[in-house]
């Protein structure tokens, strides 16, 4: 019993580390002034003559690292996306079930492709703008897809029922935080990823009734 429930210790860790950064981000924010949200400009008048002011005229490579953090929240939506098709791979709908096939042999692949583009994406941050304060929430999300990878990765090799389950809030806690570091791309993947699961649904309803009701009717 005792060792069953040991399983959660890892994803505790994952989630005070990213809790007590997300704190730290909230704290330095402050600190500069003007609370989260918008970055604030580290240096200010005392900083350099010459330095770009943030937001202005950066582009160039910086854009493409960017990216790369826009397109794993995608692909991480995508990975959870799994979780509407799991129990519908007998779905009457044919599309449901192909749909579902398609995501459970890509679940894996998508994960680590997220955890790999976020590792290029948060490198990249960390020598170019350690001191942004987006940072910290950064490092927070990542610790949590840390963490995903590990549970996924063990899922099936270590027999216990709350694998799943952990892995699964996980990838629900994550939410909040990218909601914090991602911005306007975490609230585009959430919304995907629930149309999803709603299309999901009608499909299998409608496709449920047509089979159920040609019988009776004819
Ligand atoms: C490994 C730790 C991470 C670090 C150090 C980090 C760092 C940063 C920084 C400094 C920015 C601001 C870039 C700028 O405005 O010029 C940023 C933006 C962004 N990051 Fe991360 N990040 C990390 C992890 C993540 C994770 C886990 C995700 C999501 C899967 C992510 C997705 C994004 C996105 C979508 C943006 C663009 C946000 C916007 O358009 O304002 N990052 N990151
Ligand atoms: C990083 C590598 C990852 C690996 C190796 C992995 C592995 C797995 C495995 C083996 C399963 C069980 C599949 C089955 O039922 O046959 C699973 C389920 C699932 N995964 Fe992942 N995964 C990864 C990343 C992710 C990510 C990034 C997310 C979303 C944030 C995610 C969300 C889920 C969900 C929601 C389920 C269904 C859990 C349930 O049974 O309720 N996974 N994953």
């Given at each position: 019993?005792?060792?069953?429930?040991?399983?959660?210790?890892?994803?505790?860790?994952?989630?005070?580390?990213?809790?007590?950064?997300?704190?730290?981000y909230?704290?330095m924010s402050?600190?500069?002034?003007?609370?989260p949200?918008?970055?604030?400009?580290?240096?200010?008048?005392?900083?350099?003559?010459?330095?770009?002011?943030?937001?202005?005229?950066?582009?160039?490579?910086?854009?493409?690292?960017k990216?790369?953090?826009?397109?794993?929240?995608?692909l991480?939506?995508?990975?959870?996306?799994?979780?509407?098709?799991?129990?519908?791979?007998?779905?009457?709908?044919?599309?449901?079930?192909?749909?579902?096939?398609?995501?459970?042999?890509?679940?894996?692949?998508?994960?680590?492709?997220?955890?790999?583009?976020?590792?290029?994406?948060?490198?990249?941050?960390?020598?170019?703008k350690?001191?942004?304060?987006?940072?910290?929430t950064?490092?927070?999300?990542?610790?949590?897809?840390?963490?995903?990878?590990?549970?996924?990765?063990?899922?099936?090799?270590v027999?216990?029922?709350?694998?799943?389950?952990?892995?699964?809030?996980?990838g629900?806690?994550?939410?909040?935080?990218?909601?914090?570091?991602a911005?306007?791309?975490?609230?585009?993947?959430?919304?995907?990823?629930?149309?999803?699961?709603?299309?999901?649904?009608?499909?299998?309803?409608?496709?449920?009734?047509?089979?159920?009701l040609?019988?009776e009717?004819?």
């Amino acid at each position: 019993m005792k060792t069953k429930k040991a399983v959660w210790i890892p994803a505790m860790i994952a989630v005070t580390v990213a809790v007590l950064l997300v704190i730290y981000y909230y704290y330095m924010s402050s600190l500069s002034g003007g609370g989260p949200g918008p970055r604030p400009s580290e240096g200010g008048s005392t900083g350099p003559v010459g330095v770009h002011p943030r937001g202005e005229g950066r582009g160039g490579n910086g854009e493409i690292f960017k990216t790369l953090g826009t397109i794993s929240v995608f692909l991480g939506a995508t990975a959870f996306s799994w979780f509407w098709f799991k129990k519908k791979l007998r779905s009457p709908s044919m599309l449901v079930r192909r749909a579902g096939r398609l995501l459970h042999s890509f679940h894996k692949l998508l994960g680590w492709a997220t955890l790999i583009l976020i590792a290029v994406h948060g490198i990249y941050f960390l020598i170019t703008k350690l001191q942004d304060n987006k940072t910290y929430t950064g490092l927070a999300g990542f610790a949590i897809l840390l963490a995903i990878a590990g549970y996924g990765f063990f899922i099936n090799k270590v027999r216990n029922k709350w694998m799943r389950t952990v892995h699964r809030l996980l990838g629900l806690l994550w939410v909040p935080v990218l909601l914090l570091h991602a911005g306007g791309s975490a609230i585009m993947a959430v919304i995907a990823s629930l149309a999803v699961g709603v299309l999901v649904w009608i499909l299998e309803r409608s496709a449920g009734k047509t089979t159920k009701l040609v019988p009776e009717e004819r």
